[in-house]
């Protein structure tokens, strides 16, 4: 609780309908001024998922606020400030983006894309 108090972390709420976790922790490890953070080299997660696609994840991909709060409110905001604080990302940071955007451009890839009805702004 000190680590979280110090860093004036809370969740964000404009970063919905997820990433909002991952987004408060990384604050805590920035405004830590050593922080350890580890990145293995192979590591597997697995989710699960509701066969009726009811979990808020699942049906994330339907919220036209996914393709804007959580990349530019989140992903982006994070790095902009570690870059404005540091000098530069931290190279846990940088994977911590690509592994959330990594979902973004797999959902993509998919016939049936999101991203196909989304406005050209």
């Known amino acids: 609780m000190d680590a979280i108090r110090a860093a004036g972390a809370s969740f964000n709420p404009d970063i919905?309908?997820?990433f909002e976790?991952?987004?408060f922790l990384a604050r805590v490890f920035l405004a830590a001024p050593q922080p350890v953070v580890a990145t293995l080299p192979a590591a597997r997660y697995h989710y699960?998922?509701?066969?009726?696609?009811?979990?808020?994840?699942q049906g994330s991909w339907a919220n036209p606020v996914k393709y804007d709060a959580v990349l530019r409110r989140g992903v982006l905001a994070l790095l902009v400030?570690?870059?404005?604080a540091r000098g530069a990302a931290p190279r846990?940071?940088?994977?911590?983006?690509?592994?959330?955007?990594?979902?973004?451009?797999?959902?993509?890839?998919?016939?049936q894309s999101g991203t196909a009805a989304l406005s050209p702004r």
């Open 81 to 84: 400030d570690a870059a404005a």
């Open 16 to 18: 919905r309908p997820n």
């Open 21 to 23: 976790d991952a987004e």
């Open 92 to 111: 846990w940071l940088e994977y911590l983006a690509l592994y959330e955007v990594q979902f973004y451009l797999r959902n993509d890839e998919k016939t």
């Open 48 to 57: 699960r998922r509701r066969a009726d696609q009811s979990s808020l994840v």
